[in-house]
T-cell receptor, first 114, second 111 residues
């Protein structure tokens, strides 16, 4: 059974804090993704990685960075959290970077920045 | 730019049939996916169409017309558990391979 796990389901942080969101997949996928989901806006891609130590900016990378030191783990970092980063964060992985192979999602992390 | 349009909300009755449309304006298109997301849950894959026509998987079917830049998801014999948000997503090859997501359609099912 395929699995993508995220380090926290709910997180409350203060403005200016550094925030780490971790994602682990057990499917040996090359490609991993970080999205944020806000009501009415669907899923917006923040960053993706197609290999270890490789990363590509998505549509909304500002204020975020990522790290992929191991194939199974993809971390999203908010260097200095701001209230407009309050959102649901979803991690996904797949065999391919496009859509022809299923993207498998983690349960999401709901982040509140006060 | 790349854009997808789908209705924000659709209402239907249990046991009925409902169609959720998706139109897109993209370059480098090569496929259309559909995902389902229940409230509080993660998106889960439903279907992928690369060629024109209808693909059927149980009660769900997905259609693609590349010439019209249009697709739809058809749900038959609606059940209350089908109440969820449905996202279309377009696969494109631009500077790199990407999956571009629609804003989602909330399907409300009434008894």
């Amino acid at each position: 059974d395929v699995k993508v796990t995220q380090s926290s389901r709910y997180l409350v942080k203060r403005t200016g804090e550094k925030v780490f969101l971790e994602c682990v997949q057990d499917m040996d996928h090359e490609n991993m993704f970080w999205y944020r989901q806000d009501p009415g806006l669907g899923l917006r891609l923040i960053y993706f990685s197609y290999d270890v130590k490789m990363k590509e900016k998505g549509d909304i990378p500002e204020g975020y960075s990522v790290s992929r030191e191991k194939k199974e783990r993809f971390s999203l970092i908010l260097e200095s959290a701001s209230t407009n980063q309050t959102s649901m964060y979803l991690c996904a992985s797949s065999f391919s970077p496009g859509g022809e192979e299923t993207q498998y999602f983690g349960p999401g992390t709901r982040l509140l920045v006060l | 730019g790349q854009s997808l349009e789908q209705p924000s909300e659709v209402t239907a009755v249990e046991g009925a049939i409902v169609q959720i449309n998706c139109t897109y304006q993209t370059s480098g298109f090569y496929g259309l996916s559909w995902y389902q997301q229940h409230d509080g849950g993660a998106p889960t894959f439903l279907s992928y169409n690369a060629l024109d026509g209808l693909e059927e998987t149980g009660r769900f079917s997905s259609f693609l017309s590349r010439s019209d830049s249009y697709g739809y998801l058809l749900l038959q014999e609606l059940q209350m558990k089908d109440s969820a948000s449905y996202f279309c997503a377009v696969s494109v090859m631009d500077s790199n391979y990407q999956l571009i997501w629609g804003a989602g359609t909330k399907l409300i099912i009434k008894p």
